[in-house]
C-alpha cells in the first residue's frame, strides 16, 4: 500500500474524452469536476438522461454501441453494484474504435475486479477505484479525502496517470491499495457505517430539543446513509465477501452489551432494569 498527498498541480495534462456508463448521482456529480477540468464527456445510462445531459453540455447515447464508437480515451463504470454484471455483459465490445482503459468506481472492489479481468477484452486496460466521498461530503472540494485505487492491468501508464491526475488535482489523497485490503477495510469502516445508519432510520430516530453533540452525529450518520440507494447499501454486503463478519460481530457486540447491562442491574438488584 502507498499513500501521496498531491496539491493542485501546475502542470494539466491534455484533456480527455471519458465516457460514462451509469449516470446516476453517483456520476453526475463526479463528471460536473470533471468537466471544470475541461474533459469531454459523454454519458450511456439505463434511464434517458438526453434532457440533463443537454443542459450540462455533454453527449448523451440511447444506443451503447454508438456510444462505444464515440472513440473514448477512458470509459468510467458507474454503474449500481447489483447490476455490474448484467451491464458488463451487454457491452458490444466489438465497437470500441481503440484499446480503451475501463475504470470502476463501484464501492467494493473485488466484485468489479473479477467481472472486468473475466469479461473485458485483453487490449483493455483496468483501473479499479473507489472515490471515498460523495456529494453530500464532497459538495465543498475534493481537498483531503480519499481517493483509492487498484492498477489491475495498466500497460497505457501515461493515460492511467491522466486518469488519476483528475482527482489528485483536486488535492484528493490518493491511496493505492489493492481490492482485497480495500474490502476488508471497506467492511469495518463503510460498511459498518452503512448498516448502523440504517438501524437508526429503522428506529426512526429524530433530532430531539436536547440533542448531544453525539447524537447530532448519529442523527447524521443516519441521514446521510439513506440519501444513498437502497441498492449501494445492499451491493456493499451482497458483493463485499467480509461484509458478514461484520454483521455477525454487530449482532454479537449488541448481545455481549446487554448482557453487560444486565449483569450490573442484577449485581445492583435494581427492579426497574433487571429484565429486557
Ligand atoms: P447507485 O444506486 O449505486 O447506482 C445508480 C446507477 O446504477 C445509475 O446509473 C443506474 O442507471 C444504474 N443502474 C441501476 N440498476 C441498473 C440496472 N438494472 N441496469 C443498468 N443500470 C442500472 O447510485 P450512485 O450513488 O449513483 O452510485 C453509482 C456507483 O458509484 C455505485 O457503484 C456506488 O457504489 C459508487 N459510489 C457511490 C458513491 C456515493 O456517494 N453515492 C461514492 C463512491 C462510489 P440509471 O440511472 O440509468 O437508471
Sequence with gaps: MSSSSSSSSSSQPKPLRIG????????????????KQGHFIRVTSRSDYSELCTNLGILFFRDM???LESDNEVIMISTSILSLSRVVESIP????????LFVDVLSVKEHPKDVLLRIMPEECDLLCTHPMFGPESGKD???????????????????????????SSEGCKMLEMTCQEHDRLAAQSQFLTHTIGRILSEMEVEPT???????????????????????????????????RQQMKNLEVALEKTKEKLQERSKELQDPVISKF
Aim: hydrophobic share 45%.
Design 20 to 35: 460514462i456508463i451509469g449516470f446516476g448521482p453517483f456520476a453526475q456529480f463526479l463528471a460536473k469536476t470533471m468537466m
Design 65 to 67: 454501441g454508438a456510444f
Design 93 to 100: 465490445f466489438h465497437c470500441l474504435k481503440r484499446p480503451t
Design 141 to 167: 472540494g475534493w481537498t483531503d479525502l480519499t481517493f483509492m485505487y487498484d492498477m489491475v492491468r495498466i500497460r497505457d501508464q501515461p493515460l492511467c496517470s491522466s486518469f488519476l491526475h483528475i482527482f
Design 209 to 243: 430539543p436536547i440533542d448531544t453533540k453525539g447524537f447530532q452525529k448519529l442523527v447524521q450518520v443516519k441521514e446521510s446513509s439513506v440519501k444513498d440507494s437502497f441498492d449501494l447499501f445492499s451491493g456493499l454486503f451482497i458483493h463485499n465477501r467480509f461484509a
